[in-house]
């Protein structure tokens, strides 16, 4: 029966006779969802799938390989070399002036005039200049001066060559054996020392002459020593004062000649072992004793 309204459209009738409801209009615009159990497991698959997110700065294993250090300059080998030929002029430098100091030393003890005389005398001549004894007329005597044969005392001579080429002649004149009272009487310096406990004094009278070229100062190139079984005594080494010192005599040239007083030290009783010796700068020892 109608109502005067517009007729309706008849609900569609579901398989087993029951009325489905009419989807509201919104839904049909929807897209189409359906509650499918298997569809929610994937996303909550997928959910699960999405990598983790880590922190790489706490992770050694993400972080990047360090970079390789960079590589050092290679060293020059020039500054070795250097060094090397550097040590190597030190050395050769260092023979050259070994080589001219050797050279200037022969030249110095052997380059004066030519001293004639027979075989070294102490047989020093591989060290010092060669000395030689002479005796009273001038003749040389060849087998004394040693140690073991002395020269005399107040007969021989004794003499050496000079780097000038001169000749320089020491004659021990006279001796005074005991002479304690005559170096504590010098009036030049009263305040002379008294000698060893065990010692005594003895002044020797030298007299020195020098001819040819050149010079000598005798203070200076002169040595004068005395020895004896348990003693020795030099006179530069002792701080005495005689009436005609050494030093006073000055440089002596061609043709000089002078006589000065040395003193030295002997111990008591060994007068009969006493031997002197005298030397120049660069000459062999020669010994003289009583006869």
Do not use: K
Not at 111 to 117: D, F, H, I, L, T
Not at 180 to 206: E, F, H, I
Not at 246 to 259: C, N, Q, S, V
């Amino acid at each position: 029966m109608s109502d005067g309204s517009s007729p309706q459209p008849l609900p569609s009738l579901a398989p087993d006779g029951a009325a489905d409801p009419a989807p509201a209009p919104w839904a049909l615009l929807a897209p189409a969802q359906r509650d499918d159990p298997q569809t929610d497991t994937a996303h909550a698959d997928t959910a699960q799938a999405e990598p983790a997110q880590w922190d790489t700065w706490s992770d050694p294993s993400l972080l990047p390989p360090p970079s390789a250090p960079p590589e050092r300059a290679r060293s020059s080998a020039l500054p070795i070399v250097a060094i090397v030929l550097s040590s190597l002029a030190l050395a050769v430098s260092g023979l050259v002036l070994v080589l001219v100091l050797v050279l200037g030393g022969l030249a110095y003890l052997y380059g004066g005039a030519p001293y004639v005389m027979s075989d070294p005398v102490g047989g020093y001549s591989s060290m010092y200049t060669p000395g030689r004894v002479t005796d009273a007329s001038g003749a040389v005597v060849t087998d004394v001066g040693t140690y073991d044969r002395p020269a005399t005392l107040g007969e021989h001579t004794l003499s050496w060559p000079t780097v000038s080429g001169g000749v320089v002649e020491v004659t021990l004149t006279e001796v005074d054996w005991d002479a304690d009272a005559a170096v504590a009487a010098v009036a030049a310096d009263p305040a002379n020392p008294p000698p060893d406990p065990s010692a005594g004094y003895v002044l020797a009278t030298v007299d020195v002459a020098y001819t040819g070229p050149g010079g000598t100062v005798p203070t200076e190139d002169l040595y004068l020593c005395l020895e004896s079984t348990s003693w020795a005594s030099c006179h530069m080494d002792l701080d005495v004062v005689t009436a005609a010192p050494l030093r006073d005599i000055g440089a002596l040239t061609d043709g000089d000649r002078a006589t000065a007083i040395v003193a030295l030290e002997l111990a008591e009783g060994e007068r009969g072992s006493a031997l002197f010796s005298v030397e120049t700068i660069d000459g062999e020892p020669l010994y003289l004793a009583e006869r």
